[in-house]
């Protein structure tokens, strides 16, 4: 099982960025996907997720309007588009799946679902 995050980078406030997540080594198209992000000296945290087939996403508050979350399951790659970031954003992205027998559950704590080496976003003037 593999997830590579890319796209992240040093963006202004207000300014967008598009990560990617390569996946292998599963079924993704029967799995769950998500995203978790994790600042400086903070805990992991939800940022978004969204079912199998890619019609059910979820946001976190804070993100919720500005953040877009897809798939491309021919392509086993996860999106996220973040518009209008803010420098409260500035963290490592995480790519997260689903686990259980059918690839849609998510375990507890957030630490124990799979997750990639993630992508730095840093949101600065």
């Known amino acids: 099982v593999q997830l590579v995050e890319s796209g992240g980078g040093l963006v202004q406030p207000g300014g967008s960025l598009r990560l990617s997540c390569a996946a292998s080594?599963?079924?993704?198209?029967?799995?769950?996907m998500g995203w978790v992000r994790q600042a400086p000296g903070k805990g992991l945290e939800w940022v978004s997720r969204i079912n199998n087939i890619g019609n059910l996403p979820w946001y976190e508050d804070s993100v919720q309007g500005r953040f877009t979350i897809s798939r491309d399951n021919s392509k086993k790659t996860l999106y996220l588009q973040l518009n209008s970031l803010k420098t409260e954003d500035t963290a490592m992205y995480y790519c997260?799946?689903?686990?259980?027998?059918?690839?849609?559950?998510?375990?507890?704590?957030?630490?124990?679902?799979?997750r990639g080496q993630g992508t730095q976003v840093t949101v600065s003037s």
């Open positions: 997260v799946k689903a686990t259980g027998p059918f690839g849609r559950t998510w375990a507890e704590p957030l630490e124990n679902n799979f």
């Open positions: 080594g599963f079924l993704f198209d029967a799995t769950y």
